[in-house]
């Protein structure tokens, strides 16, 4: 199974949130774990807010985490961009209940593009057709 990791469950992690432990404990079995630059970008600024530290701190987190995951990050390309469009255009912020943001819809475009699951904290992604990497 391949699983796209949005930088909400990547955030609540690092940062210790309560759903920290329940994430890591599906992260271990997987064979492919993906997320993407975007992902990370916003992973960063919420670990960084989140623990009230500067941002290079917060990279050094977020990078530590790549590589312990053994996170593998996917190309943002013309495709992505384009299904990230198809994700605004159907689950957007005005558009629809999920109220994707930019990120959130390059996070479904990623997951759509690799055919994976995804790990999200929150009540977005559940309003798209994406599968919940978290429920059996």
Known sequence: MTIFIDASAIVAMIAR???ANRFAQ???????????PIALWEAVRGVANARGIEIDEARAL????V???????????AEIGELALDAHQ????????????????FAYACTKKHDAEIMFKGDDFIHTDLKDAMLP
């Not at 312990?68 to 190309?75: I, N, R, T, Y």
């Open 17 to 19: 949130e309560p759903e």
């Open 26 to 36: 599906y992260l271990a079995p997987e064979e492919s774990r993906l997320t993407s």
């Open 62 to 65: 977020v990078a530590d985490f």
């Open 67 to 77: 590589r312990e995951s053994a996170l593998q990050l996917v190309p943002i390309d």
């Open 90 to 105: 159907q689950y957007g912020k005005g558009v629809h209940e999920a109220w994707l943001n930019m990120g959130d819809c």
